[in-house]
């Protein structure tokens, strides 16, 4: 796939280098948005304070420490490995 820049202007895309193309070819043209700059996210509107919330509210407590290293036992009755 080729990527080239070029200018619009009066309804006609104009490239700003030459493209190696040939007649009939399909093209497929996505006008970019220059100096618009986004809202930054405010920290109560984040996704990933929202992930971290939902993850918090579903968390339960286990009462096993070892949960993490010895899945494989708890999951599946392997025999524990060794520290």
Not at 13 to 37: D, L
Request: aromatic fraction near 8%; hydrophobic fraction near 30%.
């Amino acid at each position: 796939m080729l990527s080239v820049k070029g200018t619009f202007q009066n309804g006609v895309v104009y490239p700003n280098e030459p493209i190696g193309g040939h007649e009939g070819q399909s093209v497929i043209i996505v006008f970019v948005e220059e100096n618009r700059t986004p809202e930054p996210a405010t920290p109560e509107d984040s996704d990933w304070d929202k992930l971290r919330q939902l993850i918090k509210n579903c968390a339960v407590d286990t009462d096993i420490s070892d949960l993490a290293q010895q899945h494989d036992h708890y999951l599946y009755g392997m025999p524990k490995r060794e520290s």
